[in-house]
C-alpha cells in the first residue's frame, strides 16, 4: 500500500500553536484515533501505518510536538499534562461523537496515557506501540542522543539506529532526518517533572500494548510488564521482526492489531 501524504491543520491551545497532519474519512463519519510521536520526532513516523489505518475507516490525527515544524509553545518548565492537553486539543477538534482512541510510539506512550488520565470522557480505548519497561540500559538513552545529532558521523549515527530502534533487515537511514534535540531535551526535562502518580494509572478505558519482539527497550523479562501493572484491562500483542521503530517497521501487520481491537471494543 503506498503512503498518502495527509492534510496539515493547526490550532491555538492556550498559548501554543499545534499543529497536525490528519488522514481519513470525516470525523461525521468515522471514529478519530490520535496518533503520539516518540521522543523528539514528529507525525511523519506514522504516515505508512496511518493510511492502513484510514484505509481500515479510522480519521487519523497526529500532533506535531510544540517545538517542531510550526507547532509553536513554551518548552520551559512544562511537563507531561501541557504536552497531553496539546495532543488533546487536536482530538477535540477532530472527533466526532462519542470517545475515540488515543494512541502512544514509545515515549509518545506515556503523553498518550496522561490524555486518557486527565480527559476520560474522551477515550475508548488506549494503545500503547513499543512501550520500554520501567527501566532499560543507559546505553540505548545514548544511542538516542547518538542517533538524533546531526554533527556526529554518519557511521555512528546509523550505528545507534541499528542498535537502538531497528532490526537488521530494515533500512535506518530515513531517521538520520526528523529529529529536534531541543524538543528531545525538554520533553526529557518533562518526564523529571511529572508526579508519577498524576498519569501513571492511565484512565479507565481498556489498553492494548503491541511490542516487537526484537525491541531492546522491552526486554523478554519485561515483555508482561504492563500486564502485570494492569492486569485484564490490557492486551499485550507480540510482532516479530520490529524493533523501538515498530510502527514505522511494521505499518500493515500493527494496523492490523489495531483495528481488529479497535472493532471488538
Not at 30 to 41: E, K, P, Q, V
Not at 83 to 93: E, H, K
Not at 253 to 259: F, N
Request: hydrophobic share 40%; glycine share 10%; net charge negative.
Amino acid at each position: 500500500m503506498s503512503c498518502t501524504a495527509p492534510e496539515m491543520r493547526s490550532l491555538r491551545n492556550g498559548a501554543t500553536t499545534v499543529t497536525y497532519a490528519v488522514t481519513g474519512p470525516t470525523h461525521s463519519q468515522a471514529r478519530t484515533i490520535c496518533l503520539i510521536a516518540s521522543t523528539g520526532r514528529g507525525p511523519e513516523d506514522f504516515f505508512h501505518l496511518a493510511t492502513h489505518l484510514a484505509a481500515g475507516g479510522l480519521r487519523v490525527v497526529m500532533p506535531r510536538p510544540r517545538g517542531m515544524g510550526g507547532s509553536e509553545g513554551p518548552l520551559d518548565s512544562i511537563d507531561f499534562h501541557d504536552l497531553a492537553g496539546d495532543a488533546a486539543a487536536v482530538l477535540r477538534a477532530e472527533m466526532g461523537p462519542g470517545g475515540a482512541i488515543v494512541t502512544g510510539h514509545a515515549y509518545g506512550c506515556w503523553i498518550a496515557r496522561t490524555v486518557a488520565q486527565d480527559f476520560p470522557e474522551m477515550i475508548d480505548g488506549l494503545i500503547l506501540l513499543a512501550a520500554g519497561a520501567g527501566k532499560w540500559p543507559e546505553e540505548l538513552s545514548q544511542a538516542i542522543n547518538t542517533a538524533m545529532t546531526p554533527d556526529a558521523p554518519e557511521a555512528e549515527r546509523l550505528a545507534a539506529l541499528k542498535m537502538a530502534f531497528f532490526t537488521e533487515d530494515h533500512d535506518p537511514r530515513p531517521w538520520l532526518q526528523g529529529w529536534s534535540g531541543d524538543v528531545v531535551r525538554a520533553q526529557r526535562a518533562a518526564r523529571g517533572r511529572t508526579d508519577r502518580d498524576s498519569w501513571w494509572p492511565s484512565g479507565t478505558a481498556p489498553m492494548l500494548d503491541i511490542v516487537g519482539l526484537q525491541d531492546p527497550f522491552r526486554s523478554e523479562a519485561d515483555r508482561d510488564f504492563y500486564l502485570r501493572e494492569f492486569g485484564p484491562r490490557l492486551t499485550l500483542k507480540l510482532v516479530n521482526g520490529a524493533s523501538h521503530a515498530l510502527p514505522d517497521e511494521k505499518p500493515a501487520e500493527v494496523a492490523t492489531l489495531m483495528l481488529d481491537w479497535i472493532g471488538a471494543l
